[in-house]
């Protein structure tokens, strides 16, 4: 199987995913071995996950918790009480 | 067990029951709505209903999908709330561009960059803004699978659609954020550092 660069970013997503089956797996490795465009646009798309996936990203506000408990005490008391 | 225990009037234990889930929660409608105020009303509102309807709770999900869905419901009860009507329909306009362009940004002159390059502040920021900036089926896709990290049949659960769309809106979202953040990726590596040890944690998906 011989791929286009086209039809290697259509599975950029599954291939960081290790979704690929093994013939299509083999193909798209393939192609990045060779390809400095396609290895660059992995690369990048895969510095865009590490970025999500850091906790820095999204981070609570300070008091989050307290407020959060704080207000379901209150809900829940208006409940049972 | 827990939830049995909440159910038959032990109701102090909910407390103990979300604590392993409020960063969940409020990040995944801090991500949808980029208000912090908002996204801890919601957060609130969305533990405050969970406790209301515990008892509609089946243990055949997980209580963490579960809770997500609440939380997603919720985020976009006030997204709808918030918005103009000219606002939606430039939304509906994108939903219908089914066989879009998806193609990632091509770089030319690309090198590894170095891994300290995404420790800068600004990055997340950009990051945060593009993601605030997905359409709106994308962004909840992405943000089910990649910031919260669910897996695919959790997100598909979670937003009500089959597995095979959560892959086509994931790889597409994921295209949409790779091309909005390159011209940053790319000004920020000035050049390669070599033999970095990568730290555990934030690369625990991606380099494992």
Redesign the interface.
């Known amino acids: 199987m011989k791929l286009d660069c086209k039809h290697v970013w259509e599975h950029i997503s599954g291939y960081l995913d290790r979704q690929l089956d093994a013939a299509l797996l083999e193909a798209v490795e393939k192609h990045l071995e060779n390809c400095e465009v396609c290895s660059a646009v992995l690369d990048s798309t895969r510095n865009v996950l590490v970025l999500t996936a850091d906790d820095r990203t999204y981070e609570l506000p300070v008091g989050y918790s307290e407020r959060l408990h704080d207000r379901l005490r209150a809900a829940m008391r208006g409940e049972t009480g | 067990m827990l939830i049995g225990r909440i159910l038959a009037g032990e109701?102090e234990l909910?407390?103990e029951l979300?604590r392993p889930y409020?960063?969940l929660v409020?990040?995944t409608i801090?991500?949808i709505l980029k208000n912090?105020t908002e996204a801890?009303d919601g957060?609130?509102e969305t533990?405050?209903s969970a406790?209301?309807h515990l008892k509609s709770f089946r243990g055949d999900a997980k209580f963490s999908t579960w809770l997500v869905t609440i939380a997603m419901n919720e985020a976009r009860k006030r997204l709808r709330k918030g918005k103009t009507a000219a606002e939606d329909s430039l939304d509906a306009t994108v939903e219908d561009h089914e066989g879009g362009d998806y193609?990632?940004?091509?770089?030319?002159d690309?090198r590894?960059?170095p891994l300290e390059a995404?420790e800068k502040k600004e990055?997340?920021e950009k990051?945060?803004a593009a993601?605030a900036n997905l359409p709106e089926k994308y962004r909840e896709v992405f943000v089910l699978r990649?910031?919260e990290?669910l897996n695919q049949e959790e997100t598909a659960a979670a937003l009500g659609i089959n597995v095979t769309l959560v892959?086509v809106r994931?790889?597409r979202a994921?295209?949409m954020?790779?091309k909005a953040?390159?011209p940053y990726?790319k000004s920020e590596a000035p050049y390669v550092a070599e033999g970095k040890p990568a730290r555990g944690?934030?690369?625990?998906?991606?380099?494992a």
Do not use: C, N, S
């Not at chain 2, 193609?103 to 030319?108: I, R």
């Not at chain 2, 944690?201 to 380099?207: D, E, L, M, S």
């Open positions: 109701t909910f407390h979300i409020e960063r409020y990040v801090f991500a912090e801890e957060a609130q533990m405050i406790f209301r193609t990632p940004a091509v770089l030319t690309w590894e960059i995404l990055l997340r990051l945060r993601v990649d910031i990290e892959k994931l790889h994921r295209i954020l790779q953040l390159v990726l944690g934030f690369f625990r998906r991606w380099f």
